[in-house]
């Protein structure tokens, strides 16, 4: 699995979802890739047993629900690639280090650091302005 780049074995125009078992009974999705490192995840361990997207954000009556297993994990590649949720995922790194600075210093905050700068170059490289 390749979290830092996350299609690079694969084309815009071609690509195919690869997975890996999830211990909840779905599939991570091992080739979707989110800035803050975070991999796609998609199952159907529902009681209408529809395949959904696991980490989506709506409500539940909300969600959308998939016929296969592909058709969810293309459509959380979506959600992963859009800069609404890639922004939203800066934020939260953000707002971790600034829990991290006030609770332990300066010097208690490196860990986050170093999660707050990898997110913001994995961004950057999301919108081309970068290399990781």
């Known amino acids: 699995m390749n979290r830092e780049r996350p299609e690079q074995n694969t084309t815009a125009d071609n690509w195919v979802p690869e997975y890996a078992p999830w211990r909840h009974g779905g599939s991570y999705v091992t080739n979707v890739g989110y800035i803050s490192g975070h991999s796609g995840c998609v199952s159907r361990n529902f009681p209408d047993r529809k395949w959904r997207i696991v980490c989506d954000p709506r409500p539940f009556e909300q969600q959308p629900t998939f ?12 959600i992963a690639r859009s800069p609404e949720r890639a922004i939203e995922d800066l934020r939260s790194e953000y707002d971790h280090y600034a829990t991290m600075v006030g609770r332990f210093g300066p010097e208690g905050a490196t860990a986050a650091l170093h999660n707050l700068t990898r997110t913001t170059e994995r961004y950057l490289m999301l ?6």
């Open 127 to 132: 919108r081309g302005e970068g290399t990781v």
């Open 67 to 78: 016929r296969t297993r592909d058709e969810a994990a293309h459509a959380e590649r979506a």
